[in-house]
T-cell receptor, first 117, second 116 residues
């Protein structure tokens, strides 16, 4: 079974600054996907960024980028130029590559990010 | 384009009762998954349906059941409610098959179930 660990329950960053959220995972799979989801008070999970394990290049989406270290099983999220709208719970999630079976997400416990003025 | 819609948004039930939660996926999405999110935790996988067939089930008791209809909408049913079933129930849709991981999952805003 896969596990996802987020060791930072809460983080705070000032507007326009950079913050890094940590995530480690444990799996024996070689082919899998990693995700960061954002959950604002509206409750809807919003996909922030996705990384395929077979790709060595780190994924980037505008102000969001990841540091994917496959050997270390680490997948951190960097948010640059933080904005007040980035305030939310952030969840790291794992999905193994599956054919014909459920493509289920395994989530960490989340990191609550507060962006302050 | 409408996103994933879930109904109702909030629900209060008494222990022992039955509840039905509903989910309409994004148009064209053939896969629907259900997750339970207890306060302060990450979502836990309950079910996935693809093309009206159950693709997988998480570690939940038989009191939990689901189905997917020909229009790809889905229902999650929970019988004999316990206090511990109080949670946010999230529905996620995707194209299905191998496209799920490739294009990601779109979540609804969830149904907040409170069991008293």
């Amino acid at each position: 079974a896969q596990t996802v660990t987020q060791s930072q329950p809460e983080m705070s960053v000032q507007e326009a600054e950079t913050v890094t959220l940590s995530c480690t995972y444990d799996t024996s799979e070689n082919n899998y996907y990693l995700f960061w989801y954002k959950q604002p008070p509206s409750r809807q999970m919003i996909l922030v960024i996705r990384q395929e394990a077979y790709k060595q290049q780190n994924a980037t989406e505008n102000r969001f980028s990841v540091n994917f270290q496959k050997a270390a099983k680490s997948f951190s999220l960097k948010i640059s130029d933080s904005q007040l709208g980035d305030t939310a719970m952030y969840f790291c999630a794992f999905m193994k590559h599956a054919t014909g079976t459920a493509s289920k997400l395994t989530f960490g416990t989340g990191t609550r990010l507060q962006v302050t003025l | 384009d409408a996103g994933v819609t879930q109904s109702p948004t909030h629900l209060i039930k008494t222990r022992g009762q039955h509840v039905t939660l509903r989910c309409s996926p994004i148009s064209g999405h053939k896969s629907v998954s259900w997750y339970q999110q207890v306060l302060g935790q990450g979502p836990q996988f309950i079910f996935q349906y693809y093309e009206k067939e159950e693709r997988g089930r998480g570690n939940f008791p038989d009191r939990f059941s689901a189905r997917q209809f020909p229009n790809y909408s889905s229902e999650l049913n929970v019988n004999a409610l316990l206090l511990g079933d109080s949670a946010l129930y999230l529905c996620a849709s995707s194209w299905g098959g191998q496209a799920g991981p490739i294009f990601g999952y779109t979540f609804g805003s969830g149904t907040r179930l409170t069991v008293v």
